[in-house]
Nanobody
Framework: QVQLVESGGGLVQAGGSLRLSCAAS????????MGWFRQAPGKEREFVAS????????TYADSVKDRFTISRDNAKNTVYLQMNSLKPEDTAVYYC?????????????WGQGTQVTVSS
């Protein structure tokens, strides 16, 4: 089992920045890739960014490319999502997730989510 706990959400004005954290515990040795997803009210959950657990090969949704950066602190078993130039349309609940199977597209473990609200 892997446990994921997100933090760092909040209210920010458009153009501002936030950094989300996702602390992983438990069988972290089983993790292959970590991802960030978000879900806005009335919309489906969407992919935001992901990174291999070793810290390599980051990927981003087109909507956040060049504004968001995903990274990992090996010593803390924590993945971060640095969000800059935030827009009102970035408002959503942000979830981190862990994938244990390399060739799978499905994520096996999910955090509880953290709210990000961007005011105009």
């Amino acid at each position: 089992q892997v446990q994921l706990v997100e933090s760092g959400g909040g209210l920010v004005q458009a153009g501002g920045s936030l950094r989300l954290s996702c602390a992983a515990s438990g069988r972290t040795s089983s993790i292959y890739r970590m991802g960030w997803f978000r879900q806005a009210p009335g919309k489906e959950r969407e992919f935001v960014a992901s990174i291999i657990w070793s810290g390599s090969s980051p990927t981003y949704a087109d909507s956040v490319k060049d504004r968001f950066t995903i990274s990992r602190d090996n010593a803390k078993n924590t993945v971060y999502l640095q969000m800059n130039s935030l827009k009102p349309e970035d408002t959503a609940v942000y979830y981190c997730a862990a994938r244990t199977v390399r060739l799978s597209l499905s994520y096996d473990y999910w955090g509880q989510g953290t709210q990000v609200t961007v005011s105009s």
